[in-house]
């Protein structure tokens, strides 16, 4: 690299560049990144192609002794960096490695969308999740799951229905799997059902009833939580929920729910009464089948997290 600028430096005398010209260009060509940049590309720039290429050496130099003075050169989150193109040096801007990691944290936010739920479980991890033994089926099946949906998503793939009482962890293990699919380029909706409910009951006068079911009818990964939490109508159950969880029956989608009830109560205690009194056993077992269809049961114990 000395004698490479011992050489330019002659030829920039032979072509009789201004002095001071010539002192910015000699200076730029100590800078250590100039210096490697050269390096690397020895075998593709020669002496000529650096000499019609010397402003931009010196363009660089300046735009990072600006940066590291604070100024703003180009756009919050990038830097200038060296290139080659036909033979000639260009200075070109990427993103940062911390403008990177905001992007790619976007996109896992991206990739979860939920519905009534906490922003809170968009930092749960599956490698958080506490692993006492009692808890272990449950985390076991979910990163069987994960594991092999990712490597066939096109493949039925049938959920988890946590199970358990209140406040043990069962929206925070929906969450962790979602966000590790989330991680691996996969979408998943989570929604709170009981607040689901509520919004689709007054959105019937704004006629917008249908779109909030199309939403959760063709989520690519759908995670139902707190089934059971609330007083469930008729037309709830049959037109909305039913209507959902047959679309994706026979899409054969991946569904999960979390419910403080197990299969055997939601049928009996939720399903089946609505919320005028009336028992309607075979409409219940309709949803049932269809929840027993993408869901396979797992009861979640521990302390309750919400109230220890």
């Known amino acids: 690299m000395e004698d490479l600028g011992k050489n330019l430096q002659k030829k920039m005398t032979d072509n009789n560049w201004n002095q001071r010209y010539q002192e910015l260009i000699t200076e730029s060509l100590k800078d250590e990144e100039v210096r490697t940049f050269l390096a690397e590309n020895n075998d593709v720039l020669t002496q000529a192609d650096i000499m019609k290429s010397a402003s931009k050496l010196y363009e660089f130099v300046t735009l990072k002794k600006q940066l590291a003075q604070g100024k703003q050169i180009f756009a919050p989150g990038y830097l200038p960096t060296l290139t080659v193109s036909n033979h000639r040096i260009e200075v070109v801007y990427v993103p940062t490695a911390e403008l990177i990691a905001q992007r790619e944290q976007k996109a896992l936010e991206r990739r979860v969308k939920t519905i009534n739920l906490p922003r809170s479980v968009r930092k749960a991890q599956l ?4 692993r006492s033994d009692e808890r272990m089926e449950a985390l076991k099946a979910a990163m069987a799951f994960i594991a092999s949906y990712t490597k066939d998503p096109k493949t039925f793939h049938k959920g988890l229905y946590l199970e358990g009482s209140f406040g043990v962890g069962k929206t ?4 962790a799997i979602a966000n590790e699919l989330a991680s691996k380029g996969y979408e998943t909706t989570l929604v709170h059902f009981p607040s689901f409910a509520v919004e689709i009951k007054g959105s019937i006068g704004q006629n917008k009833s249908n779109e909030y079911i199309e939403r959760l009818k063709k989520a690519p990964v759908l995670m139902i939580d707190d089934i059971g939490a609330d007083s469930l109508s008729s037309w709830l159950r049959d037109d909305v929920l039913g209507v959902i969880l047959q679309y994706r029956m026979q899409e054969e989608l991946p569904t999960f729910f979390s419910s403080n009830f197990s299969l055997e109560q939601l049928e009996k205690q939720y399903l089946t009464v609505n919320n005028r009194g009336e028992a309607e056993p075979l409409k219940a077992k309709r949803i049932m089948e ?3 269809f993408l869901a396979t049961q797992y009861h979640v114990v521990g302390k309750n ?3 220890p």
Do not use: Q, S, T
């Open 290 to 292: 269809r929840i027993k």
């Open 172 to 175: 925070y293990l929906l969450a």
């Open 127 to 130: 490698k958080d999740y506490d």
């Open 305 to 307: 997290r919400r109230n």
